[in-house]
């Protein structure tokens, strides 16, 4: 399997999910159409745009056509959902934030892997791509990034990226299935508070 054709589709499953995470906060926010579409986008391909301007690359938005077709109709989608009054549950908005977690670790590591980047040039590929989108999401929301307070978004995406970095020489396949997984599921267990970072409390 090519390496250009798992980054783009984990880049996609990444946008997907992010799509949906961002209508779900601005949501929560109370936010206008205007206002959810937006945010929906700029979560969905935030931390792409941010990790191709680190590397002096176009951003894979402006060349990959159904990128940003993706992005807009996910973020339609979700508005729908609850124009509709199905309010996203929290549960599938943790999910959702999980998995594009997951998939743009992947990316981030993966393109730092085939540009023949250091490793450690690799992880903050794999941390930035994941935790982008979120950050401006939560900045536009006027709140503290939550993956700087409760998420282990940028834990995960981390982990995760070692283990691609470590495993990629062997078997790319196996090495994005493991780094998605690693950093799904640290992810997720972060938001349902299972595991946190220590905090200093005064």
């Known amino acids: 399997m090519e390496i250009s054709f798992i980054i783009d589709n984990a880049d996609r499953i990444g ?15 109370e936010m206008d159409l205007y206002g959810l579409l937006i945010l929906g986008l700029l979560t969905a391909v935030g931390g792409g745009i941010l990790r191709d301007v680190v590397i002096d690359d176009v951003p894979r938005i402006f060349l990959m056509r159904d990128y940003l077709i993706l992005a807009v109709l996910s973020s339609c989608l979700a508005i729908g959902s609850e124009w509709i009054r199905w309010r996203i549950p929290n549960i599938v908005m943790h999910i959702a934030d999980a998995v594009g977690t997951g998939s743009f670790a992947v990316t981030g590591a993966l393109i730092a892997w085939e540009e023949g980047l250091a490793w450690p040039a690799g992880i903050i590929l794999a941390v930035l791509t994941a935790t982008g989108g979120g950050v401006i999401r ?17 834990t995960g995406a981390a982990f995760g990226g070692v283990a691609i970095l470590l495993i990629a020489d062997s078997s790319i396949e196996f090495a994005t299935i493991v780094g998605f997984s690693i ?14 970072i220590p905090q200093l409390k005064r």
Request: glycine fraction near 8%.
């Open 138 to 154: 939560d900045v536009l929301a006027a709140r503290i990034p939550q993956v700087l307070r409760s998420e282990l978004n940028a």
């Open 15 to 29: 946008i997907v999910s992010f799509a949906i995470s961002g209508v779900a906060v601005g949501v929560r926010k």
């Open 183 to 196: 950093t799904t599921v640290i992810s997720i267990l972060g938001h349902v508070g299972w595991i946190q």
